[in-house]
């Protein structure tokens, strides 16, 4: 066994002596567990949070969508596209064409942003389960006799229309490439009408308050287009590599389009999350580093106390590196210790959460999709918080014993 090791275990783990440097040490010890255990238990709720988004978006947004770098439509068949549709890891491919419109229903009126797509849409996404109120119980476009709007909870309301209501919704545009009539304004807007089919709720305020789903040929009449699409929406097989297929889908595309996975396509959202996530991480860090101040001083003050063992220890022919290795050792196993008992406890406190929902979101948790605090916890968080630990426990015991150890430990 390691001499130093040994000699810092014994001083760590001595059954007989009860003193104040060995209280001082456990306290130490419990000092990074709580830090420790903090730290594990915030990024893994962190972590949930950003799950829990990502699984509400899957719900509307498709695996990957393909955009034009400059305009805002391009001709859905060119060979290029066709040869990205005939790819065996693509499973549904909608064409989607996307624009400002003006909305009304009777007395009220709103700017909406409408969305045309194709029956492809329903399966592409998983709409059906955010489906809060529909004419038929499922996602409807259109059939023999009309065709049909799904609206966002916060767009139905701006509009106060439900499905099965008599009346349609008259979608305004203006007419594509022709100059505004002033003498007859209306003459100039193109206008088709739509009965509400459905209200679905993402709980994303982007989609839930602006957002009209509308079939593709009527959007195409509305703003003067015949085949041309603003985006591509994909669907992969089972077991496809997202990341390959997209880089496929670049090379097959070239510069002139942009293929984006969900990620990217809220790519703001989740970088404000990662970046909380960060900055409660860099925040107990700094929790993390006072609790490491018992370190110091619990160090300094066995250095004090075990003079007439270093003493024994230079009768005996140890030098000075030795002795501090001693000390060291010392250190970074009450930063070791601390962090393996402050991860498994972490560890344990997560799995209670994720099966028990032990603690709530609050007395407004009624008001949220989820009552209790989801949990995710990543093997990468944890390397990295025991890889923090131990290095913060480096320098807190690095420097007592290199810079108050030349008074203590040295000839």
Same mark, same amino acid.
């Given at each position: 066994m390691n001499f130093p090791f040994y000699i810092a275990r014994r001083?760590?783990? #001595?059954k007989k002596s009860h003193n104040a440097i060995n209280i001082i040490s456990m306290v130490s010890v419990c000092g990074v567990v709580v830090a420790t255990m903090a730290l594990v238990c915030a990024l893994s709720v962190l972590n949930g949070f950003v799950g829990l988004v990502s699984s509400m978006l899957s719900n509307f947004d498709p695996e990957l969508k393909i955009q034009p770098v400059q305009g805002k439509v391009f001709d859905p068949t060119l060979p290029a596209v066709r040869e990205v549709k005939e790819l065996p890891e693509v499973a549904l491919f909608c064409e989607v064409l996307q624009d400002n419109a003006q909305v009304r229903y009777r007395d009220r009126q709103i700017t909406a942003t409408v969305k045309g797509v194709d029956d492809t849409f329903g399966r592409l996404t998983r709409?059906? $389960?955010?489906?809060?109120? $529909?004419?038929? &119980?499922r996602f409807v476009l259109s059939d023999e006799v009309a065709n049909y709007a799904n609206l966002g909870v916060g767009t139905a309301f701006s509009l106060g229309v439900r499905p099965n209501y008599a009346d349609p919704l008259e979608i305004y545009a203006p007419k594509r490439n022709?100059?505004?009539?002033? #003498?007859?304004?209306?003459? $100039?807007?193109?206008?088709?009408?739509?009965?509400?089919? &459905?209200?679905?709720?993402?709980?994303?305020?982007?989609?839930?308050?602006?957002?009209?789903?509308?079939?593709? #040929?009527?959007v195409r009449s509305l703003f003067s287009y015949e085949k041309e699409v603003s985006a591509i929406e994909l669907s992969l097989v089972p077991g496809a590599d997202i990341h390959s297929v997209k880089s496929r889908i670049k090379s097959l595309l070239g510069d002139n389009f942009s293929v984006k996975d969900r990620y990217e396509q809220q790519e703001a959202s989740f970088r404000m999350m990662q970046g909380e996530k960060w900055m409660i991480f860099l925040i107990l860090c700094f929790i993390l580093i006072l609790a490491l101040f018992n370190v110091i001083g619990s160090l300094s003050m066995l250095m004090i106390e075990k003079k007439e063992d270093v003493r024994t220890l230079r009768n005996m022919g140890a030098d000075d590196r030795l002795i501090r290795r001693i000390f060291l050792f010392e250190g970074w196993m009450i930063s070791g210790l601390g962090a393996l008992i402050g991860i498994v406890i972490g560890l344990v406190l997560c799995l209670l959460q994720q099966e028990l929902d032990i603690i709530k979101l609050g007395q407004a948790a009624g008001s949220f999709i989820i009552d209790a605090y989801p949990v995710r916890v990543e093997a990468g968080d944890i390397l990295i918080v025991f890889i923090t630990v131990l290095t913060i426990g480096f320098l807190a015991a690095w420097y007592p014993v290199h810079y108050l150890g030349k008074k203590w430990l040295t000839r």
């Open positions: 001083y760590l783990f #001595s709409i059906d $389960s955010i489906l809060v109120d $529909s004419r038929e &119980g022709e100059k505004v009539n002033l #003498s007859n304004p209306v003459a $100039s807007l193109n206008l088709e009408y739509a009965f509400v089919g &459905g209200v679905y709720a993402t709980n994303q305020q982007m989609y839930d308050e602006n957002f009209i789903l509308l079939p593709l #040929s009527m």
